[in-house]
């Protein structure tokens, strides 16, 4: 079992940047596949980006130049920096772990709480 943590949420305006962190428990971090979705009101939950223990990155188009996920295997820790955001980047953002590539929720096996973000005009 893995249990996931974000943090790093917030509010801030138009323009801004926020870093969000999310760090796992257990010994097999760097085995999984890393990513952070999010789900606005009314919306499908969404990737946002991925990142395998190797450090190969997939981003969706509309966060493509202004975020960037990274990880650190040694501190357990998946990040996702939040550059030029926008009001429709407003959504809660999760955490989660899995071992395929996949877009797909579904296919991933373990979810953080989610942090709310709130991007204002």
């Known amino acids: 079992q893995v249990q996931l943590v974000e943090s790093g949420g917030g509010l801030v305006q138009a323009g801004g940047s926020l870093r969000l962190s999310c760090v796992a428990s257990?010994?097999?971090?760097?085995?999984?596949?890393m990513g952070w979705f999010r789900q606005a009101p009314g919306k499908e939950r969404e990737l946002v980006a991925r990142?395998?223990?190797?450090?190969?990155?997939y981003y969706a188009d509309s966060v493509k130049g202004r975020f960037t996920i990274s990880r650190d295997n040694a501190k357990n820790t998946v990040y996702l920096q939040m550059n030029t955001l926008k009001p429709e980047d407003t959504a809660v953002y999760y955490c989660?772990?899995?071992?395929?590539?996949?877009?797909?929720?579904?296919?991933?096996?373990?979810w953080g709480q989610g942090t709310q973000v709130t991007v204002s005009s």
């Open positions: 989660a772990a899995g071992f395929v590539l996949s877009i797909s929720p579904m296919r991933y096996n373990y």
């Open positions: 257990g010994r097999t971090f760097s085995t999984y596949v």
């Open positions: 990142i395998t223990g190797g450090g190969s990155t």
